[in-house]
């Protein structure tokens, strides 16, 4: 099965990091989120990629076409235009880098893919982190009725919780859950048939496609309970840093 990584939008929200670079290619432990997002789907043996870009998708691109240079011991002879390659840390992935344009909403860039895409497939965003189990979230998909499966996921609350016996303070919780909702985690299984839902490119997944296959009863939810964390400010961005240095996630 093939994993699509929509990658197009700008980060505005993170702009302190995406004002240079798309925001799948801002770093957390030394490789870009777009690279731990595909190393979740790797461990599952979803190795067949394709890339969604807009917003300077060009640099997508480059780091693609560089990428077994950067993973290389590599020997450079400044006296002349050489260099020797001693070893390739390569992987055995395939991706395919499609521009769908600087303004296209989520569901228009999908809809743009639609001859790509004869058989289930997983779709996910690309600024959001998690060890997902892409087995389950495909077992959850083929049970059972409906064509579009969700990652729902309870995200932690903002503050840290105090503990109180009356009016006396006891303990701290740090980061619990949030107030028990469910929300959309962004890590998708769907059928080939969600491509009716979509329309041009100003369709947005979440809002326009989302609730209408919801309403038809074909859109159910994998509950994820493990890590998971999306990068939209840089606060997020240091929540992450933290579990690649505790190494919480099991590609690190």
Not at 27 to 38: N, T
Request: aromatic share 12%; glycine share 10%.
């Amino acid at each position: 099965m093939k994993a699509v990584i929509l990658s197009g939008g700008k980060g505005t929200r993170l702009s302190e990091e995406t004002q240079s670079r798309p925001k799948p290619l801002v770093e957390a432990g030394g490789q870009p989120l777009l690279w731990h997002i595909m190393q979740n789907y790797a461990r599952f043996d979803v190795t067949e990629f394709i890339i969604l870009v807009g917003y300077r998708g060009q640099q997508i691109r480059q780091y693609f076409a560089d990428y077994w240079l950067h993973q290389s011991d590599v020997t450079f002879d400044l006296s002349a235009p050489e260099f020797t390659i001693h070893k390739i840390r390569s992987l055995p992935w395939k991706v395919t880098v499609i521009d769908t344009g600087l303004e296209t909403q989520t569901g228009g860039r999908l809809a743009k893919i639609k001859d790509l895409l004869d058989e289930d497939f997983f779709l996910t965003y690309g600024d959001g982190v998690g060890d997902v189990d892409i087995n389950q979230l495909l077992s959850c998909h083929k049970s059972g009725k409906g064509f579009a499966t969700l990652t729902a996921v309870q995200p932690p609350a903002r503050f840290g919780a105090l503990v109180l016996t009356e009016n006396a303070v006891t303990g701290f919780v740090e980061k619990p859950l949030g107030d028990g909702g469910w929300v959309n985690g962004g890590f998708f299984c769907l059928s080939p048939k969600v491509f009716e839902y979509l329309d041009d490119d100003s369709c947005s997944f979440e809002v326009d496609a989302l609730p209408r296959i919801a309403q038809s009863g074909n859109l159910k939810a994998y509950k994820h309970h493990g890590f998971w964390q999306p990068v939209d400010t840089l606060r997020d961005l240091a929540r992450l840093e933290e579990a690649i240095a505790a190494k919480r996630l099991p590609w690190i």
